[in-house]
């Protein structure tokens, strides 16, 4: 028995082409979280689609927290860009014998890319209950699904991304005077790059590698490390 809705409009179950699905895969597999952008500028009409992009992201209870803040003014980019800097310190403090090689690495590019965009959540989304009762994070999951549209539809459209967290959320909340309770998950800056990286910055700069899929991988219960999945059993990267 069918558990399409009676009556409801529907969009055939069928696959991509294998040109269309190739495409999905590069963006996916081409996206980087970019820092060093080259200036220029990025059509209204392209912008538009890339926030059209973010806002059909799926969202828990329909609720659509996320909000769009596009900053364009010199000044208040300069001011972003010291709330950057100021985590950037506090973070290499932080991070003790890493601190040195931290600072080595670009976490920004507020003053180089065309567009600012700050993603924030509104106040009010407490109210939200379908599918947050327990878990009141999927207001922030819902966000990241946002983000994660607009930064495949940029690689689309050959543009670049970089989605920076280093900043204080209540001191940037106060910057951009948002009401109460609202709370800024990312400070997104966006436009075109000479190139995209041939892999992630960070493992490009020896900071991190990607772990192996089968070492994220279980099966039906929680596992160590690598035993859900051996190097030949189930899927591979």
Not at 60 to 71: A, C, K, N
Request: net charge negative; aromatic share 6%; with cysteine.
């Amino acid at each position: 028995m069918s558990d399409t809705p009676f009556n409801a409009p529907t969009i055939a179950a069928t696959a991509f082409s294998e040109a269309e699905r190739a495409a999905v895969y590069r963006a996916i597999h081409e996206r980087r979280d970019m820092r060093h952008f080259a200036g220029g500028q990025v059509d209204e009409v392209v912008l538009l689609r890339l926030l059209r992009a973010a806002h059909h992201a799926p969202s828990v209870g329909f609720m659509q927290p996320w909000r769009f803040i596009r900053v364009r003014d010199a000044q208040m980019r300069s001011r972003i860009h010291a709330l950057v800097e100021d985590e950037r310190l506090r973070t290499a403090q932080a991070l003790g014998e890493r601190e040195a090689d931290f600072m080595k690495l670009k976490v920004q590019g507020v003053l180089q890319a065309a567009e600012v965009l700050v993603v924030a959540m509104p106040p009010g989304r407490e109210a939200h209950v379908f599918g947050r009762r327990t878990l009141p994070e999927m207001d922030v999951a819902s966000t990241a699904c946002a983000i994660q549209n607009l930064w495949l539809a940029a690689r689309a459209e050959g543009l670049g991304m970089g989605w920076v967290s280093l900043f204080e959320p209540q001191a940037l909340a106060q910057l951009l005077g948002m009401p109460a309770d609202a709370h800024p998950l990312a400070v997104l800056c966006l436009g075109p790059v000479e190139a995209y990286y041939a892999e992630p910055m960070l493992q490009q700069e020896r900071w991190a590698s990607r772990a192996p899929l089968q070492h994220m991988l279980m099966d039906e219960c929680w596992q160590d490390a690598g035993a859900g999945a051996s190097a030949d059993q189930g899927p591979q990267p």
